[in-house]
């Protein structure tokens, strides 16, 4: 089936309309009509080619939330008018021991929602810039808040367990200091996370101007990140660092806020490499240097679930199709607070 979607033809090019196909849902298919999908910043760096192996024409988009519009013959745990999401995965080999325990965002065979490939045409998938997706039971996801809501519980599919899921790995709660570095759509989700589950919350920023800002969502406190006095008054004090930035720079700034034994956990994927840390700030207070990768399904629905419960969704500024551009430029001057979201609607043309 034929339907309308917003993609680029080649890493230097603006996104604009295309068509596409989506594949008639097999046994254990759920259909869903799309309503809303954010904009993440790894939409950018795949649909500019900063990453390596982008496929074009490439429609991006992994943060999906619609309704069941059909499902196949063997789905029983959705029905047609459910509120579901998707988020950055579709398929993986349900077998290897990362499936089985829930990881199947580690799954060698991982398919993400776009630039990977499938049978389906053209050869790759194609994300959520788009009417309608068609996706394997296994990998859709129930979402428990109110429907007026909808559009801004979008990025949490993405950006809410791309950074519950470290919170949750390194214990964090009650009596733990947490830093988040960076203040744009994962960062802020970062914030309101690490807040709802216990912690003492700081919030860096290059952005004077998001101080208040980040007090609201939830931060104890702000530290501008380029006044290096303000950054001294947190040394060897973090039990986790969570650090969001989509660009290179100085980790060691950051690792030395570490008490002993922290951990910084790196989220952010900038498209060329941060220079070495310094290894005497790891080995001195043994401290360790992470990364993680959004989160398993079982996961993600543990996330939507807290969220839905402790009323918790994105800040979003809904935009039309025809402003995804735009909107790119914006994210990249850090002029968005703190998600965009699109309309799908806009893209019936
Ligand atoms: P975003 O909305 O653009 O936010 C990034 C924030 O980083 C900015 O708002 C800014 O915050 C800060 N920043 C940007 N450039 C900076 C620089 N040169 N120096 C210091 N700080 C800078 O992006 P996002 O959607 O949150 O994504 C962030 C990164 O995570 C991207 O690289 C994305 O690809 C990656 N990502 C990774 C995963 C994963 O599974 N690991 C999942 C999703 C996204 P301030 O203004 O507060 O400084
Ligand atoms: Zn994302």
Redesign the pocket.
């Known amino acids: 089936m034929l339907v309308n979607a917003y993609g680029a033809h080649a890493g230097d090019q603006p996104l604009q309309p295309l068509q596409i196909t989506r594949r008639a849902p097999g046994a254990h298919d759920v259909q869903i009509d799309i309503a809303f999908c954010g904009i993440?910043?790894?939409d950018l760096?795949q649909v500019r080619a900063e990453w390596q192996g982008t496929q074009f024409p490439c429609v991006p988009g992994h943060e999906i939330v619609g309704r069941v519009a059909a499902v196949g013959a063997h789905v029983h745990g959705f029905r047609p008018g459910d509120l579901v999401g998707i988020g950055?995965i579709v398929d993986s080999c349900k077998h290897c021991a990362d499936c089985e325990d829930g990881l199947e965002?580690y799954c060698d065979g991982m398919i993400g929602t776009y630039n990977f490939p499938t049978p389906d045409a053209p050869g790759w998938t194609l994300g959520g810039y788009s009417q309608q997706i068609v996706v394997h039971e296994r990998y859709v996801l129930r979402i428990r808040h109110p429907e007026e809501q909808l559009a801004a519980v979008a990025p949490l599919l993405?950006?809410g367990i791309?950074t519950y899921s470290p919170l949750r790995h390194w214990n964090v709660g009650p009596g733990k200091k947490v830093g988040v570095?960076?203040?744009?759509?994962?960062?802020h989700m970062g914030i309101k996370l690490a807040h709802a589950l216990g912690a003492h919350v700081v919030?860096?920023?290059?952005?004077d101007s998001?101080r208040e800002a980040a007090l609201q969502l939830g931060a104890d406190e702000v530290v501008v990140?380029r006044n290096a006095e303000e950054m001294a008054t947190h040394a060897k004090s973090f039990d986790l660092i969570l650090n969001?930035?989509?660009?290179?720079?100085d980790l060691d700034a950051f690792l030395v806020l570490l008490k002993r034994d922290g951990t910084m956990t790196?989220?952010?994927?900038?498209a060329t490499p941060h220079a070495s840390p310094n290894v005497f700030n790891l080995i001195m207070k043994r401290r360790t240097l992470a990364?993680?990768?959004?989160g398993g399904i079982a996961e993600t629905q543990e996330m939507l679930d807290f969220c839905a419960e402790h009323g918790i969704v994105a800040d979003i500024e809904l935009v039309r199709a025809d402003q995804i551009n735009d909107a790119y430029e914006r994210?990249?001057k850090?002029d968005?607070k703190?998600?965009f979201v699109i309309d799908n609607a806009t893209l019936a043309g």
């Open positions: 993440c910043h790894s760096h950055c965002n993405c950006a791309t570095v960076g203040i744009g759509g994962l960062g919030a860096f920023t290059t952005s998001k990140s969001t930035v989509a660009a290179p720079h790196l989220v952010g994927a900038p990364g993680s990768m959004i994210m990249l850090g968005v703190y998600r």
